[in-house]
Every structure is written in structure tokens, then in C-alpha cells.
């Protein structure tokens, strides 16, 4: 099963990405599972993702809440086993670190699971975060395969932003888009370049 | 975040959200934690919930946008909150998401049956996660705001 993990920090975008790529997948005929991780007593992300007139087939009674990397792992098991979709998305939530996750389903995850992990910025923010935040996200960006550089029609990206992103990421490309804005199938093609 | 404790340390970088980092945490568990994961266990995290039975959802619509407003205010640092400000106003199945990164700007999402006719049923909940000024914000704000 191919699972892409999205992260990224609090407000980075990967919920409208998410959307965007959900809609993407479908069209292609493709099933996609998406197990939400979000932080707070009442989720917001899983009715934005139900509202985009995808058909949402809610999995163990509605809630599959993975505070705990080992609890994303059974679940993302479970799901393998149980549903068997094309692609499975987890959203992590937006404090969530990327290497240690990636790092959970390297030493835990099944052989079947093909992982390719997704960190989105915000351009809009990037400077004062990476001035702000840099702990957490150096290790938002560590471990990502690709970087999805969100947010370029409030702030354009530059070319020195892009470098210091690869180079967190450990050399992973950086590609830019606005999710509220994209044309169909760009998220997926750009995913695609990484993946495929 | 799911401590019980709270968890005070120094800022690298020389910033200053100005709250106390100046006493040690006793809890006895942390001391191998790294500079992420403390700022990450020091996050403001606040969410609830409102509801009702017949609301009209403009009036309602405008009153989740000025507390938003309001908390971006609150929070802000250098322009933008270090974490995110989220609202979602049900009204009957039609619904409205607004997010906010920067003070100065809200991103709306509306349902494509928004804004259904009033009055009607409503849900409104609102999720605060912040990593700087977590002190300025409490559940008695919201309840002001959205109440």
C-alpha cells in the first residue's frame, strides 16, 4: 500500500493539499483512505475534508485519533488489512515531527507499506518561523521526500527560502503551488515526480 | 497536549513571546526532551464548542470572524501567530471553516450551500494552538468571544 504523510507546521496548508490531492486521486478512479491527526477536543480538518464533496466513508466508527506514532502504525496496519485502498494520506497534526515518525515506520512499519513523506510550509510565514520555531522546524523538514512550498500567491518564493528547505529536508526538492488555487492534478503530479 | 505539567525553557534565537521561562520544571521526565519538543509541550492548546437552536448564520458568521480577529490580535507575534487560529460554524449541513496564520488576514471556507437560510440549528467550535503569548488566551477568552 502506498502511504503519503503529510506534515508541516500548524497552518502550513496540508488539509487544502490534501483536499486538492484527494480530488486528484479520485479522478483517477483511484481509492484513498486519509486518517486525520489534528490537535484539540473537536476535529475541524475531518469536515473540511468531508465538505469538498468527496464520498467519505468514515473508518472505526469515525475517529481514528494517533497521538502516538505507535497508534498511527496499528491504525495505518488496520487499514491495510481491512479497507485496502490504492493510497493511504495521513495528515499529521502541525506539531508533529517528521523524522520521528519516518523513523517509527522504518524500524516498525510492514515491508507492504511504500512511505513517502510530505512537508508543507508556508511561504507566507517561513521567514519569521524559521527565525522563531527553528527546532521545530528543522524537524518538520527533516525526513521529507518532498516539500510542498504553500501560500506563493500571498508571499513568491525565493531562490535562498528554497535552498535553506532542501537543505532541511536533506536535500529533498522543493516545489511551490498555492492549494487554494491549483490547477486539477498538480498536487498529484507533482507528488509524482518524487514517487515515481 | 496531553502533560500534565507544564514546561518552561529558554527561547533559542533570542525570541521573546514574553511569558516566564524562568522557573524549572519539576516533573522529572523531560530532561532528555530536545529544544522542539519542549516548545512543542509548551503549546497553548484550546478548543470548544457552542450550540444552539435557531441562529442566523451571517450574524453568526460575523461573530466566529471578529473573534478571530480579535485572538489574532492577541496572539500575533511580528505579524503572524506562531501556531494556528481555527473556527467552523455549522448551520443546519451547510458550514463555514476560517482559518488565521497572520493577523492580518483570514482564509474563509464555505460550504457550497453557504449561507443557508436562517434561522437554524448551530455548532460553532473554535481550536486555538499557539507556541507564543499561551498565557494572553483561556477558556473564559473564548467564551466572551464566541459565548
Not at chain 1, 68 to 89: N, S
Request: aromatic residues 2%.
Amino acid at each position: 500500500m502506498e502511504v503519503l504523510l503529510f506534515g508541516g507546521f500548524l497552518g502550513s496548508g496540508k488539509t487544502t493539499v490534501i483536499n486538492a490531492l484527494l480530488h486528484n486521486l479520485t479522478a483517477l478512479g483511484k481509492t484513498a483512505a486519509i486518517v486525520e491527526n489534528e490537535i484539540g477536543a473537536v476535529g475541524i480538518d475531518d469536515v473540511l475534508v468531508a465538505q469538498t464533496g468527496l464520498k467519505v466513508t468514515p473508518l472505526f466508527g469515525g475517529c481514528v485519533c494517533c497521538q502516538l506514532t505507535a497508534d498511527l502504525l496499528t491504525a495505518v496496519h488496520t487499514i491495510e488489512d481491512q479497507v485496502h485502498p490504492d493510497v493511504l494520506v495521513v495528515e499529521m497534526t502541525g506539531l508533529a515531527m517528521m523524522d520521528g515518525i519516518r523513523d517509527t515506520f522504518a524500524r516498525y512499519g510492514r515491508d507492504t507499506l511504500r512511505l513517502h513523506t510530505i512537508a508543507v510550509v508556508d511561504m507566507a510565514r517561513w521567514a519569521k518561523l524559521i527565525r522563531a520555531m527553528e527546532p521545530v522546524v528543522r524537524r518538520q523538514l527533516a525526513g521529507a521526500d518532498l516539500v510542498l512550498v504553500n501560500k506563493t500567491d500571498v508571499v513568491p518564493a525565493d531562490p535562498e527560502a528554497l535552498e535553506r528547505m532542501s537543505q532541511l529536508a536533506g536535500g529533498s526538492p522543493c516545489r511551490t503551488l498555492s492549494a487554494r488555487d491549483m490547477a486539477p492534478g498538480s498536487v498529484l503530479a507533482l507528488i509524482r515526480e518524487v514517487t515515481e | 497536549m496531553g502533560h500534565e505539567h507544564e514546561h518552561h525553557h529558554e527561547h533559542a534565537h533570542g525570541h521573546d513571546c514574553g511569558h516566564d521561562h524562568s522557573h524549572d520544571c519539576a516533573c522529572g521526565h523531560h530532561h532528555g526532551h530536545s529544544e522542539a519538543e519542549r516548545l512543542v509541550e509548551d503549546a497553548l492548546v484550546l478548543s470548544k464548542t457552542w450550540s444552539g437552536e435557531a441562529g442566523q448564520p451571517e450574524q453568526l458568521a460575523r461573530k466566529l470572524q471578529s473573534g478571530l480577529e480579535v485572538l489574532g490580535k492577541l496572539l500575533e507575534e511580528d505579524g503572524i501567530i506562531l501556531g494556528h487560529l481555527k473556527g467552523l460554524l455549522r448551520c443546519g449541513t451547510a458550514c463555514l471553516a476560517c482559518s488565521v496564520t497572520r493577523a492580518d488576514a483570514q482564509d474563509l471556507t464555505p460550504s457550497p450551500d453557504w449561507p443557508p437560510a436562517g434561522p437554524c440549528p448551530w455548532t460553532l467550535t473554535v481550536t486555538v494552538l499557539s507556541l507564543c503569548h499561551q498565557e494572553l488566551v483561556t477558556e473564559k477568552t473564548l467564551d466572551k468571544l464566541f459565548g
